[in-house]
C-alpha cells in the first residue's frame, strides 16, 4: 500500500480561525452587492428591493397578499 500525505506540525487554533474568518469576510462583501434591503413605503417594515413586504403584504403600492388568510404558526400542541 502508498504512503498517505501527513501534516508535519498540527495547525494552531488561531490560524485555523484567521483563514475562517478572511473567508468569512470575503463572502459578506459579496452578498453585500446582491441583497438589497430597502423601507415598504407602507409600512416602514424591512423588505428586499423587488419583493413582496413580508409584513403588509404589499408590493408597489398594490396588495398582492391577503393578510386575513394568514395562519399563525403552531408553536406548541396540546395533548
Do not use: N, W
Amino acid at each position: 500500500m502508498s504512503k498517505h500525505p501527513v501534516p508535519k506540525k498540527k495547525t494552531a487554533k488561531a490560524r485555523t480561525r484567521r483563514r475562517y474568518s478572511a473567508f468569512e469576510k470575503k463572502t459578506q462583501d459579496k452578498l453585500i452587492d446582491r441583497i438589497h434591503v430597502v423601507k415598504c413605503p407602507d409600512c416602514g417594515a424591512a423588505k428586499m428591493i423587488h419583493h413582496v413586504c413580508t409584513e403588509c403584504g404589499k408590493y408597489k403600492g398594490r396588495q398582492v397578499v391577503d393578510q386575513s388568510k394568514k395562519v399563525d404558526k403552531i408553536t406548541t400542541v396540546k395533548a
